[in-house]
């Protein structure tokens, strides 16, 4: 699969032959939710708690006898069904987060790849440098036409790029490493470097 490489002035750089293994596949819908799914589970705090009978603060005196008053039976004003009182099976602090295999999850990444090559969202880059200047990058961008973009760079990102594309909004730019399905799926076009696309290519055979 072939695919013009461009630099960021628009000006052709060459072509990038691509592997079809990565960016030819037919997405699947089914695979990428469940990557977005164990993302965002694994991303989920889990810190929500409620106070159960056992944890509000009142007296565990009997709040009045067992029997003679007409009414029901009650030992202690923590009890769910009083106003202030313990909540029952409510929410404890817990990991939202379920395993995926690696093989999985390196399909999954495949396929979002895919994914943004089959939609026509997928840009080559010959690479990611710039001179630390914001205005000058987010002109760059805008000529471009990227208004949600992800830019996914080599084993390291270029610190002056990074700088620059640092007050850009919707522009993020991560390491090889850092590529994953959500990130992909949420930007309207996703941009690899050369090295970047070199870099999935070892990671993801």
């Given amino acids: 699969m072939k695919l013009d490489v461009i630099k960021l002035d628009g000006k ?24 977005v799914r164990w993302q965002r ?9 409620v106070k159960t009978r056992s944890e509000v603060k009142y007296s565990t005196k009997k709040i009045y006898r067992q029997k003679g008053t ?3 039976r009650h030992g202690a004003r923590s009890a769910p069904i009083f106003r202030g009182g313990g909540v029952y099976k409510g929410p404890v602090v817990r990991s939202h987060g379920h395993d995926l295999t690696k093989k999985f999850r390196k399909l999954g990444l495949k396929h979002a790849l895919s994914a943004k090559a089959q939609a026509g969202e997928l ?15 987010a002109k760059a961008v805008k000529d ?3 208004k ?3 830019v996914i760079d080599g084993a390291e990102v270029n610190e002056k790029f990074a700088m620059a594309a640092r007050n850009i909004e919707g522009l ?9 399905v959500y990130d992909i799926l949420k930007r309207d076009t996703l941009v690899l470097t050369k090295a970047g696309v070199e870099a999935l290519e070892a990671r993801l055979k």
């Fill in 12 to 35: 052709k750089a060459g072509s990038v032959d691509l592997d079809e293994a990565l960016f030819g596949l037919e997405p699947r819908a089914d695979i990428l939710h469940r990557m």
């Fill in 41 to 49: 589970s694994n991303a989920q705090a889990g810190t929500h708690k």
């Fill in 70 to 72: 007409g009414g029901a």
């Fill in 123 to 137: 840009v080559v880059i010959d690479t990611a440098d710039a001179d630390g200047k914001t205005a000058v990058l």
């Fill in 144 to 146: 471009l036409g990227w």
């Fill in 148 to 150: 949600r973009a992800l």
């Fill in 172 to 180: 993020d730019i991560l390491p090889s490493m850092g590529a994953n």
